[in-house]
């Protein structure tokens, strides 16, 4: 009798007196990824085993984490400028007080990556 594998077309090798079902993946694409497409990667195989798997298995992982990094990427872009104006960090400050401006651009970027961690990466 034929199991539900071999009936849908699949076969076995043998490894060791197992038989291991061959398959193949589809072919994935081959985006570059930048650091929020590893951080989100880093996030479904930790605690989205069942989101990884089917990108994985249906091809889409590579361009799913290229989406993110894009996402992400276009988020903290509109973001950053947003707060440092509501913040009154401009040009005038760091021509000012470079030191004071680099501190307080710094502070920004960790808000609002935060905002893009909570929205992009962990939803």
Request: aromatic share 10%; net charge positive; with cysteine.
């Amino acid at each position: 009798m034929k199991t539900f594998y071999e009936q849908l077309g699949g076969t076995y090798r043998e490894d060791n007196g197992r038989l291991i079902p061959k398959m193949k993946l589809p072919e994935q694409t081959n985006y570059q990824i930048g650091k929020y497409g590893h951080f989100y990667l880093d996030y479904i195989k930790n605690h989205r085993r069942g989101r990884y798997t089917t990108l994985l298995t249906e091809g889409k992982l590579n361009a799913r984490l290229h989406e993110i990094d894009f996402e992400a990427n276009k988020m903290l872009e509109t973001i950053i400028p947003r707060l440092a104006a509501e913040r009154g960090i401009d040009e005038n400050l760091k021509t000012r007080d470079m030191l004071h401006w680099a501190a307080e651009m710094n502070n920004i970027k960790v808000c609002a990556e935060e905002i893009v961690f909570k929205e992009v990466i962990y939803k």
